[in-house]
C-alpha cells in the first residue's frame, strides 16, 4: 500500500538558516505530493503541492519538487524565520490520502 | 468562506462513557475524512464519504466507533464505550473530490480519557 517516510525531527535551526526536510514516499500509480503545515494549536492547512514528476511546489518561500526517480518530495527553504515553528506533514494524495508522521521545526532568534 | 468547522475543541471523559464529535465541512464539499492523530504521528484516516455514503471505513474499529453523515452535509462520529488508548485528536477534512486534491482540515477535536 501507499506509505510516506519523513525525517524525524524535531528539526531546531537558527534564523536565517537552510531548512531541507526529507520526504519519501511509496506509492502506486501517480499520485499528486503535499506538505501541510500545523501552528500550534491550529489544524492542518496546505503549504504547497506538486501534482505530476518534476513539478515544483513552492509557497511562502518553502520550495518541493517531485522526483519521481526517487520517489522524493523534499522541504527546502533558503532562509527561515522563528514564525515558521511548526510540524510539517508531507501526503500523499489518493482516495485514501497519507500522511507521514510529521517533522517538527523550532526556529530560534 | 468558513472553513471545516468542528466541536467540542476538547473533551474529556472517563473511560466506558460515550462521546460524539461533529463536524461541518466546507460548502459544496461532497468528499469529508475522519482521521485520527496520536501524539507525535501524523493523521490515519478512519472514514471516508463520499455524500452520505461512506467508501473507505476499513480501518474505523467498527466494534466501538460509528460515524454517520445525514443528508450528505454534517457528520458525527461517536465512541462507545469508549477506551483509554481512544485519546488523541480527530480531524474532520473535506475536499471538493475524491482522488489527488487538497483537503481542508478542521481545527480538530482532542479527546482525553480518563
Known amino acids: 500500500g501507499n506509505s510516506v517516510t519523513q525525517m524525524e525531527g524535531p528539526v531546531t535551526l537558527s534564523e536565517e538558516a537552510f531548512l531541507t526536510i526529507n520526504c519519501t514516499y511509496t506509492?502506486?500509480?501517480?499520485?499528486?505530493l503535499f506538505w501541510y503545515v500545523q501552528y500550534p494549536g491550529e489544524g492542518l492547512q496546505l503549504l504547497l503541492k506538486a501534482t505530476k514528476a518534476d513539478d515544483k511546489g513552492s509557497n511562502k518561500g518553502f520550495e518541493a519538487t517531485y522526483r519521481k526517480e526517487t520517489t522524493s518530495f523534499h522541504l527546502e527553504k533558503g532562509s527561515v524565520q522563528v514564525s515558521d515553528s511548526a510540524v510539517y506533514f508531507c501526503a500523499l494524495g489518493s482516495y485514501i490520502p497519507t500522511f507521514g508522521r510529521g517533522t517538527s521545526l523550532i526556529v530560534h532568534p | 468562506e468558513a472553513g471545516v468547522v468542528q466541536s467540542p475543541r476538547y473533551k474529556i471523559i472517563e473511560k466506558k462513557q460515550p462521546v460524539a464529535f461533529w463536524c461541518n465541512p466546507i460548502s459544496g464539499h461532497n468528499t469529508l475524512y475522519w482521521y485520527r492523530q496520536n501524539l507525535g504521528q501524523g493523521p490515519e484516516l478512519l472514514i471516508r464519504?463520499?455524500?452520505?455514503?461512506?467508501?473507505?471505513d476499513s480501518q474505523l474499529p467498527k466494534d466501538r466507533f460509528s460515524a454517520e453523515r445525514l443528508k450528505g452535509v454534517d457528520s458525527t462520529l461517536k465512541i462507545q464505550p469508549a477506551e483509554l488508548g481512544d485519546s488523541a485528536v480527530y480531524l474532520c477534512a473535506s475536499s471538493d473530490r475524491v482522488g489527488n486534491t487538497e483537503a481542508f482540515f478542521g481545527q480538530g477535536t482532542r479527546l482525553t480519557v480518563v
Open positions: 506509492a502506486t500509480g501517480y499520485p499528486s
Open positions: 464519504y463520499e455524500n452520505e455514503e461512506a467508501v473507505d
